[in-house]
Nanobody
Framework: QVQLVESGGGLVQPGGSLRLSCAAS????????MRWYRQAPGKQRESVAT???????NYVDSVKGRFTISRDNAKNTAYLQMNSLKPEDTAVYYC???????????????WGQGTQVTVSS
């Protein structure tokens, strides 16, 4: 059974920083792209950042220069360093990944349960 578990969310003041982690566990053969999404109340879920297995990255315009996605392939873990946080960054942040399990040897897409990030004074 594969799980993606996020951690690191919380309450932070505007201008502050948080670091989110997403650990993939289970009978994993390989992890391909890992992504962070977010969903604010009353809004659609949006893609925030993506990192491929070779380390190439992509960001939504609203977080460029403030957020950094990274990964540790040995730990099957992705990170999202969020700096200069704004109230509009308030959302539930979800981890998403494409990976192959040893039991199926096929690529499937998985979601984490989400972690709340609240930016408020």
């Amino acid at each position: 059974q594969v799980q993606l578990v996020e951690s690191g969310g919380g309450l932070v003041q505007p201008g502050g920083s948080l670091r989110l982690s997403c650990a993939a566990s289970g009978n994993i053969f390989i992890v391909y792209d890992m992504r962070w999404y977010r969903q604010a109340p009353g809004k659609q879920r949006e893609s925030v950042a993506t990192i491929s297995s070779d380390g190439s990255t992509n960001y939504v315009d609203s977080v460029k220069g403030r957020f950094t996605i990274s990964r540790d392939n040995a730990k099957n873990t992705a990170y999202l360093q969020m700096n200069s946080l704004k109230p509009e960054d308030t959302a539930v942040y979800y981890c998403n990944a494409d990976l192959i399990t040893r039991t199926t040897m096929r690529t499937y897409n998985y979601w984490g349960q989400g972690t709340q990030v609240t930016v408020s004074s």
